[in-house]
């Protein structure tokens, strides 16, 4: 079983004499774990000697009114999976831990990136995940940490605050992990009743259709607003409520600047990005595509 530390000092304390010698691995997650968060901790394992997952549903990531209080809290039954796929040490810290004043006085605002996407309508979202990250990584103070491109925007966002504040830390990024049936793995699909996770495989499906028509289209530009506006038909009619549906570079940048600096018909990377709400649950998916134009 792994160790289980709800405090800063004594996790410290613990890791120290791995410090000089071991790799360590740094997994943060909010708990209520399944086999998307496992395969994280597995990735962990190839890359480390010692892995660390933390358990933490982060006040300042949520704004008012989004589900903080009602999050599901699964702890034990979290420690359990954790077990099984070789976990050294969880830690599950208390926000008064994490936190002496709320919200903390101290921000980490990444800038741009953070405007789009989920940044328009969970404006602080990412103010709150950048200062939680970062105080995870100064408290794990690991050699690598692993992401999962679910949470794309996420990802990209955390990579840079590495190369902005010079943390010696490699990111890993890990492959959305899905259902039998293509819906990502999401601990906020269990909001979802029997008929809406029934529909909710619709909105990767059209992911997929979208990507495959990116590759067959030979003139990207205009047809791309076409391609989404029959897409965000398709997934409104079937219940869901779009916060956006974007297609960008790899980088997240607009695809008209992206095509316009490939002028020399080299591959493109793009990222076909979806939030959605369907009932009560806010669903995450993403594609990476590659087209020749
Ligand atoms: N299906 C998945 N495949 C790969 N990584 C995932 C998947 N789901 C979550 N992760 C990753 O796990 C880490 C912790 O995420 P989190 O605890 O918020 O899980 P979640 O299931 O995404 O929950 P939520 O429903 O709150 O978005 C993040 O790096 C996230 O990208
Ligand atoms: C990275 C993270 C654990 C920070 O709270 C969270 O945003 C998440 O679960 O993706
Ligand atoms: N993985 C996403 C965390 C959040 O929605 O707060």
Sequence with gaps: MPTIHHHIAYLREALKPYRSQQCIALVPTMGNLHDGHLELVR??????????????????????????DSYPRTLDADVAKLATVGTDYVFAPTSDEMYSVLPPPTSIHAGAITDQLCGQTRPTHFDGVGIVVSKLFNIVQPDTAIFGQKDY?????????????????????????????????????????????????????????????????????????????????????????????????????PITAGLAKNTNNAPQDLIVIVAAWLGRARLLDNLLVTVHS
């Design 43 to 68: 990735l962990a394992r190839q890359h480390a000697d010692i892995v660390v997952v933390t358990i933490f549903v982060n006040p300042t990531q949520f704004g008012v009114g989004e589900d903080f």
């Design 153 to 253: 925007q996420q990802l990209a966002i955390i990579k840079q605050l590495v190369r902005d504040l010079s943390y010696p830390i490699e990111i890993i990024s890990a492959p959305i992990v899905r259902a039998i049936d293509g819906l990502a793995l999401s601990s906020r699909n269990q909001y979802l009743s029997s008929a809406e996770r029934n529909i909710a495989p619709l909105l990767q499906q059209e992911l997929q259709r979208l990507a495959k028509q990116l590759k067959n289209s030979e003139h990207l530009g205009l047809d791309i607003e076409i391609l989404i506006k029959q897409s965000r038909k398709r997934i409104i009619s079937a219940g869901f409520n779009i916060d956006y549906l974007e297609i960008k570079t790899a980088q997240l940048e």
